[in-house]
T-cell receptor
Framework: AQTVTQSQPEMSVQEAETVTLSCTYD???????LFWYKQPPSRQMILVIR??????QNATENRFSVNFQKAAKSFSLKISDSQLGDTAMYFC??????????FGTGTSLTVIP | GAVVSQHPSRVICKSGTSVKIECRSL??????MFWYRQFPKQSLMLMAT?????????EQGVEKDKFLINHASLTLSTLTVTSAHPEDSSFYIC?????????????FGQGTRLTVV
């Protein structure tokens, strides 16, 4: 069975600083996809970044980047130059076929002005 | 990117009545749709997975007679909460699996805040 673990229930970061959110997962699959979703106070789930397991290069989207360690089954999210609008719940997610998605328990991030 | 529209965004109903929530994929065909329930400060709890034209697959502990799911077309899935009670008050989110920007992704509706009084 697939599982996704986020070990940091809450984190805070000073505005303009960098923060890293942790995520580990467990699967026996070789091909799969990993995601970070952001859920701001509006509660709309927004895709932040995506990584295909077969790609060795870490995905990057502007201020957001991941550190994907396939052997260690680790998928951390780095947010650089944190902004107040980054305050949200962040969920790590996994799928291999798109027929089922597995979510972590979430990390509540607060950006402090 | 692909858009999933969910409505209503908020609904208040009396105890014992039924409420229908709609989830539409606006610009892609969603063969698989998911319904989640989310409690404050918690993760998404999968209630059921629905595939177009077939019966939904419910997660353990979810009453299928209470939470009726219909996925009649590739663009529409509905969740009906029957005989709602205050304990059914929650935030419900739908999601559709599709090929957005050339890869598998889950697209989410805006969510529905259900309050049963």
């Amino acid at each position: 069975a697939q599982t996704v673990t986020q070990s940091q229930p809450e984190m805070s970061v000073q505005e303009a600083e960098t923060v890293t959110l942790s995520c580990t997962y467990d699967t026996s699959e070789n091909n799969y996809y990993l995601f970070w979703y952001k859920q701001p106070p509006s509660r709309q789930m927004i895709l932040v970044i995506r990584q295909e397991a077969y790609k060795q290069q870490n995905a990057t989207e502007n201020r957001f980047s991941v550190n994907f360690q396939k052997a260690a089954k680790s998928f951390s999210l780095k947010i650089s130059d944190s902004q107040l609008g980054d305050t949200a719940m962040y969920f790590c997610a996994f799928t291999n076929t798109g027929n089922q998605f597995y979510f972590g328990t979430g990390t509540s991030l607060t950006v402090i002005p | 990117g692909a858009v999933v529209s969910q409505h209503p965004s908020r609904v208040i109903c009396k105890s014992g009545t039924s409420v229908k929530i709609e989830c539409r994929s606006l610009d892609f065909q969603a063969t698989t749709m998911f319904w989640y329930r989310q409690f404050p400060k918690q993760s998404l709890m999968l209630m059921a997975t629905s595939n177009e034209g077939s019966k939904a697959t419910y997660e353990q502990g979810v009453e299928k007679d209470k939470f009726l799911i219909n996925h009649a077309s590739l663009t529409l899935s509905t969740l009906t909460v029957t005989s709602a009670h205050p304990e059914d008050s929650s935030f419900y989110i739908c999601s559709a699996s599709g090929m957005g920007r050339g890869y598998t992704e889950a697209f989410f509706g805006q969510g529905t805040r259900l309050t049963v009084v």
